[in-house]
């Protein structure tokens, strides 16, 4: 007897993928998520970005950008049939961890108060993200069976 074929999710009220990939896929009682950012699944607008007139990045608010991504990640989950707390490891990749690290761990604290139940975490440092964004999860979830 074999692991069940992976099915690929495609949330529809999530923003779209940057590149030809799923937003998640369920092998399996585990979810993976590709890679979540902040876009607005709407208008594509990434929250708190100001841009330069050629489209650098000016400024940008890393806790707009936090709690626009978690937004992006429960949509993806509960599209999935997954709730917040099926999650159990995130990846978290920031462009500046210097500057944000502090204001990301106290939004983070916002989602999940109890260290106890809260998913494992990685936090890494990058140069940069596909998109101007300042921020990018990586998430696993177990799914209970009967969902």
């Known amino acids: 007897m074999g692991i069940a074929q992976p099915t690929g999710i495609d949330a529809g009220g999530a923003p779209r993928p940057v590149g030809h990939y799923p937003h998640a896929r369920r092998v399996g009682n585990l979810l993976f998520l590709s890679g979540i950012g902040p876009r607005d699944p709407e208008t594509n607008a990434i929250p708190g970005n100001e841009l330069y007139a050629d489209g650098r990045v000016r400024r940008y608010d890393i806790v707009a950008q936090a709690h626009a991504v978690f937004a992006n990640v429960r949509t993806v989950l509960e599209a999935s049939g997954a709730r917040w707390e099926d999650l159990v490891d995130v ?14 761990n106290q939004v983070w604290a916002e989602y999940f108060p109890d260290p106890a139940t809260a998913p494992c975490r990685t936090t890494v440092g990058i ?15 177990v799914v209970a069976d009967d969902r």
């Open 91 to 104: 990846t978290v990749y920031l462009t500046d961890m210097l500057r944000d690290f502090r204001l990301y």
């Open 127 to 141: 140069t940069a993200l596909p998109t101007p964004i300042a921020i990018e999860l990586k998430c696993t979830a």
